[in-house]
């Protein structure tokens, strides 16, 4: 492996490690743009899994104090039983469209949210519409990766503070990528070349969540709730150029 592919994957892995460190969620979103140049789609995906679930893991302890059971178990377990699901639906739906349709909706909603100031506050639907919502990020998950807008939109119409948002985001997002992490090996996808890119990656990815953990107190949470919608915004427009 060349000097500077080495460097383009530390440096994908510090981004998508600080902004998953800062936010909760979106190292794949960072890095594959990143990484893609350089590494192929099918090692990029399954190395970043690994450096999700690490730098995640390494984080969690940051939104402990607000890790409310009751809170994130509803999103949780219906995401797991959606995930198979979702994996069934590979078959029969057009990945593409499907991303598009995501995208847009992504891109509508942040810009939605980023000129509407006034806080919103949703009570409606209680735990029974949280885990629907969690089952509809499970489906999305299996389907095309896409565990986490569905619970990042609905934690900001709760109108949850950053900490409670945050502790919904981690909580699902590591849940639902250990799975998939699980899946991708099941499936033979841990090669030695993904082994590798893991290995070069991981400490960097760590080093970048431990930046973007020290960033994260020093956010308001109407700060930290444009941050996430600005990466919802890039995430949609990531989906709809990237294929």
Not at 103 to 120: D, H, K, Q, V
Request: proline share 5%.
């Amino acid at each position: 492996m060349s000097l500077p592919t080495i460097l383009i994957l530390i440096a994908g892995a510090l981004a998508g490690g600080f902004v998953s460190g800062l936010a909760g969620f979106g190292m794949a979103l960072v890095t594959l743009g990143i990484w893609l140049h350089v590494v192929a789609p099918e090692v990029a995906v399954t190395a970043i899994l690994i450096c999700s679930v690490v730098a995640q893991a390494s984080t969690i302890r940051t939104i402990w104090h607000v890790l409310d059971p009751k809170r994130v178990l509803p999103f949780i377990i219906p995401g797991l039983v959606g995930v198979p699901l979702g994996s069934m639906l590979l078959g029969s739906v057009e990945p593409g469209l499907f991303k598009q349709a995501m995208g847009y909706l992504l891109i509508a909603f942040s810009t939605f949210m980023l000129t509407w100031r006034r806080p919103m506050r949703m009570t409606w639907g209680g735990k029974p519409a949280d885990a629907v919502i969690g089952f509809i990020g499970g489906i999305m998950g299996g389907f095309a990766g896409l565990s986490g807008p569905m619970p990042t939109i609905w934690a900001t119409l709760r109108g949850w503070s950053k900490d409670e948002k945050r502790s919904v985001f981690q909580a699902f997002n590591i849940t639902m990528l250990g799975a998939a992490l699980l899946a991708n090996t099941v499936a033979g996808r841990l090669t030695n070349a993904t082994l590798m890119v893991a290995a070069i990656a991981v400490p960097a990815a760590l080093i970048g969540a431990r930046v973007g953990v020290y960033t994260y107190p020093h956010l308001s949470d109407r700060r930290f709730t444009d941050i996430v919608l600005v990466l919802m915004g890039l995430s949609g427009l990531f989906l709809i150029t990237s294929h």
